[in-house]
């Protein structure tokens, strides 16, 4: 297994900013909770890390971009 790092994400719909200048780095076997209300990126955020969506995902150091 191993750890994830996110840096500067940022994901739109239109006109609409659905995460905004994110970073995050996640540990190897650190367990992490998404908590907010509807409609404040959880998801979106998710499909992003699962690379279902374009961004740049860090992966053991390696950054790995998709589109």
Known sequence: MAGIG??????????VTA???LSL???DREF???LGPSGCGKTTL???IAVM???EI???G???AFS
């Open 58 to 60: 860090m992966q053991v």
């Open 6 to 15: 996110i840096e500067h994400v940022t994901k739109r719909f239109g006109g």
């Open 32 to 34: 992490v909770t998404l």
């Open 53 to 55: 969506q374009a961004g």
């Open 19 to 21: 995460v905004s200048d």
């Open 62 to 64: 390696a950054p790995r």
């Open 46 to 48: 998710l499909r992003l």
């Open 25 to 27: 780095e996640i540990g």
